[in-house]
């Protein structure tokens, strides 16, 4: 795998970064020690360090001349779990977790902006993006609301996600669609709360919810068009406190995905339908809130076939699946890619025996695979800005 010589030198480095980035995980918008590493480090390598987008989001600027500017992102946030690890660099803030990689993802980054500093082969602006909140609360969104690509024009976005399941250090990508777009509804389902014994004198909300729940599942199977894909879950069912009292109301609540923006447009007015009619035909009555958060990632082709070029250089042409499945886990990069060409890709993080997928309590990133991120932000900066 060729990895750039001066990059294998800074493997130690970015461990070092990593591992103590993992030690003191911090949730969406908190992450003001993450924030300071990463301002300082890239302070110390002469990047001009900008700070405050987002709260905690950092962007550095390394500019060589006239030319084409480009942005690299990376993800700072942990996330709410109580890590099982017991290695030496596990979690010392109980409860607070680097259970996605966002730590490897931030680690990389310094690591090719230290490189790129010091090599400077490249004409044009680099624009470092370290983003806070990836995890459900649109980090990336909020950058950009308050300014990220005025302030820092970007021809071209690139961003990287680790992937258990995938062989170290292999690559995988594709144009169009990779991960869904990720959207949240709430029910509450008011019904008439009366004696179980005696249920004709009220509305049952337990039965009527429950009709909602398995109607609900008929849009993707009845409503929805084979060849497409989409995924209503209702995740969360509350309601009643005892065995003889029917209650009055019930909590509903769960998530949308799917890949194109027409399906997510079609999504709301079709549970609304299902969820009014449910509730008028068992008399009951509902309020029903649908919540937008993340678009689907769509990664643009032109910038696609650029990634996977030097996905190639790095990993070697048997190693870059360059039509991988999409994922319909959702992704705040996501908002990037609607303002700015580019493309996300994928890094194995290993696969086999004792693969743990991430958000899960016995997860780690996979050092090994330092050196080949920042080895792919690096060539990408040199080929998409050349001298
Ligand atoms: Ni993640």
Redesign the pocket.
């Known amino acids: 795998m060729p990895i750039i010589n001066r990059v294998a030198d800074l493997h130690d480095q970015m461990i070092e970064w990593r591992h103590d980035i993992h030690a003191h995980p911090e949730l969406a918008f908190e992450e003001q020690r993450t924030s300071d590493i990463v301002a300082r480090e890239l302070e110390s390598f002469g990047i001009e360090v900008h700070r405050g987008l987002a709260k905690t989001g950092v962007v550095g600027v390394l500019k060589t001349g006239d030319g084409p500017s480009i942005g690299l992102r990376a993800?700072m946030d942990a996330l709410p779990i109580h890590e099982n690890n017991q290695f030496d660099h596990r979690s010392l803030h109980e409860g607070k977790m680097h259970a996605?990689?966002?730590d490897g993802h931030t680690s990389m980054l310094l690591g090719a902006a230290k490189y790129l500093a010091e090599t400077r082969r490249f004409k044009g602006t680099v624009n470092f993006i370290f983003q806070p909140a990836?995890?459900g609360e649109g980090g990336a969104r909020v950058m950009i609301e308050e300014g990220l690509f005025e302030k820092f024009p970007c021809q071209s976005v690139y961003g990287v996600?680790n992937m258990p399941g995938k062989d170290t250090g292999s690559f995988s990508l594709r144009p169009g669609p990779l991960m869904a777009a990720y959207d949240t509804f709430q029910v509450t389902v008011r019904g008439r709360g009366t004696h179980a014994a005696m249920p004709h004198h009220g509305i049952d909300p337990i039965v009527v919810a429950s009709h909602m729940v398995t109607a609900l599942q008929s849009i993707t199977s009845r409503n929805l068009n084979p060849i497409e894909s989409a995924v209503v879950s209702v995740t969360q069912f509350h309601g009643g406190s005892t065995n003889n009292v029917i209650p009055d109301r019930v909590f509903l609540e769960g998530t949308t995905r799917c890949f194109k923006p027409e399906i997510r447009e079609w999504m709301e007015p079709a549970m609304r339908r299902i969820i009014d009619g449910v509730a008028q035909a068992f008399g009951a009555e509902i309020e029903f809130d649908y919540l937008y958060r993340y678009p689907p990632t769509i990664n643009h082709p032109a910038e696609t076939s650029i990634a996977a070029k030097i996905a190639a250089e790095v990993a070697g042409e048997s190693r870059v699946d360059t039509d991988t499945d999409p994922v319909m886990g959702g992704e705040d990069f996501a908002f990037m890619l609607e303002k700015v060409p580019g493309c996300y890709l994928f890094i194995g993080n290993g696969a086999g025996e004792g693969v743990c997928m991430?958000h899960n309590p016995d997860y780690d990133f996979n050092d090994e695979i330092l050196p080949v991120g920042a080895t792919y932000f690096s060539r990408l900066v040199e080929s998409v800005l050349p001298t």
């Open positions: 993800d996605c990689g966002h990836e995890e996600h991430v």
